[in-house]
């Protein structure tokens, strides 16, 4: 499910999704602009697109039941279980992602599929009350776990034997803030001086700047092989020259040194970067036989 013709299926039920009257409408129940409504909706479409290659990358089969962490809007949410995946997702809604519930309804009216998700925190997850999960994955998620380690914790209780799960998000050993576009403090981000006014926003708030290395202490502290995706900071340099909705989530100094790189040559030496010192990461943990 999870090759060329789920992309296709996903951009013909996104199509409702990314017309301007859509984005007006979101715009008015959201209470916010019509360019910030319309950049919204695009970059959840962009974002489903990883969640497809997330899925393919862990090892996706039919059958398997699977658990999506921070569900969002519910986009994907919604073309995952209208496509017939056994899904059950989860989402808490947190400071800082005010147009999230206005949006949720939006891409039901777009796509004439209403998502459905629980309102809870990855830490809140009972295998007696949830079930096991052949598959746990999230997109963009796992930087915002207040605290890390109980919200870990959760997604690994309903982990079921044999189980994977697979994440991508940022890596802040390479210090650059992504929501925000800003260089960070390096070995201690939370303490960058020139993020003082940040520090009132609830979206910094919800930051934990994880590292790739905190990923792997977790995963030797609890029986899990730790699997990092290679090459990932080059294509991330890659899709700033040939994605706009990426590329209009950063500041023009990224998209001017993201050039730089693509002419001097240096875009493809990058790749072999080692995983732990590239943002962003994908990452897969699974327990050990």
Partial sequence: MMGSSSHNSLNAFSRGLLDSATAARLAREAECGAPHAALYLRTLVAEAHLGLNLLHWAGFRDGMRVLEVG??????T????ASGVNLTAIEPVAQGFDITLAARTTV???TGSAPSILTLEARQLDAAHHGLFDLIFSVNVVEHFQPLAKNLDGMRRVMAPGGIQAHTCPNYRVPYEPHYGIILLPFVPACTPFATKLRRDGLWRS?????????????????????????LLAEALR???????FAERHPEWVHHLAAALDWSG???????????????????????C
């Fill in 266 to 288: 240096l875009t493809q030496l990058l790749s072999l970067v080692p995983a732990g010192l590239a943002t962003p990461m994908t990452f897969r943990l699974q327990r050990k």
């Fill in 71 to 76: 569900a969002g809007a519910g986009f994907l």
């Fill in 108 to 110: 039901a009216q777009a």
């Fill in 207 to 231: 930051l934990n700047f994880i590292t790739a290395g905190n990923v792997r202490h977790y995963g030797k502290e609890n029986g899990l092989n730790v699997t990092f995706q290679p090459g």
């Fill in 78 to 81: 919604a073309f995952l279980q």
């Fill in 239 to 245: 899709r700033l020259q040939n994605e706009r909705v």
